[in-house]
């Protein structure tokens, strides 16, 4: 089960990490219009639809990654003090309540929006070629799909800690530093801290 989930988790975020480099060409997109805009005079009307679609794409996307990573947004005043059953048994409920109902009509919704696009094969009013919308609302319920199975597993999960009495692990990616970890790996004290920011602090003031 746990093979699975980790398989899962991996999904997700190949995809959250693929899709991520539509900031550095939104990046070059933008720069190269703000350019072509104001230096040559020569602005691309087109050029806001594609930003629209990169950042659209990019947004939906990102959803099953983050939720892999338990990175949502949550209200964690309280939440964070609760022992592993209780949060499982809270997620649980809101995964059911709201989650699953929200995402499985995002998914219904987006294939029938996406399939009325590809029907009249719709383009952005944008230009006399504007930009293939219909390839961007395709991604509505692809994105839906893959952050359903993300939320699946988170289920399971759930599920597993109610029995288990602790979380099941996930995939480790990037992670905000520790300082207190990061002192302890380098062996620095704070004592030693202390002492070199005063050396620091005097040989500046030998200097005046």
């Not at 087109?46 to 629209?52: R, S, V």
């Not at 990061?182 to 602090?201: F, G, M, P, Y």
């Given at each position: 089960m746990q093979k699975l989930l980790l398989t899962v988790d991996r999904i997700s975020s190949f995809v959250g990490k693929v899709f991520a480099w539509l900031i550095v060409s939104l990046t070059f997109l933008i720069t190269y219009e703000v350019f072509s805009r104001y230096a040559l005079n020569a602005p691309h009307p087109?050029?806001?639809?594609?930003?629209?679609i990169m950042y659209g794409t990019l947004f939906m996307m990102s959803g099953a990654y983050t939720l892999s990573k338990n990175g949502h947004v949550r209200g964690d005043?309280?939440?964070?003090?609760?022992?592993?059953?209780?949060q499982a048994a809270l997620d649980l409920t809101l995964y059911i309540l709201f989650f699953?109902?929200?995402?499985?009509?995002?998914?219904?919704?987006?294939?029938?929006?996406?399939?009325?696009?590809?029907?009249?094969?719709?383009?952005?009013m944008i230009g006399t070629a504007g930009a293939p919308?219909?390839?961007f609302k395709t991604v509505i319920p692809v994105a839906g799909t893959i952050l359903l199975a993300q939320g699946v597993v988170e289920i399971i999960r759930c599920v597993l800690c109610l029995k288990q009495g602790r979380w099941p692990s996930r995939k480790v990616d990037v992670q905000e530093v520790d300082v207190d970890q990061?002192?302890?790996?380098?062996?620095?004290?704070?004592?030693?801290?202390?002492?070199?920011?005063?050396?620091?602090?005097a040989?500046?003031?030998g200097e005046r």
């Open positions: 087109y050029i806001f639809d594609l930003m629209l005043v309280l939440y964070g003090f609760f022992p592993p059953r209780l699953l109902p929200g995402v499985v009509a995002l998914c219904w919704a987006g294939y029938d929006y996406a399939a009325d696009a590809w029907a009249i094969r719709e383009r952005s919308v219909y390839l990061l002192k302890a790996i380098l062996h620095v004290r704070d004592a030693d801290i202390a002492e070199a920011d005063a050396r620091l602090t040989g500046k003031g």
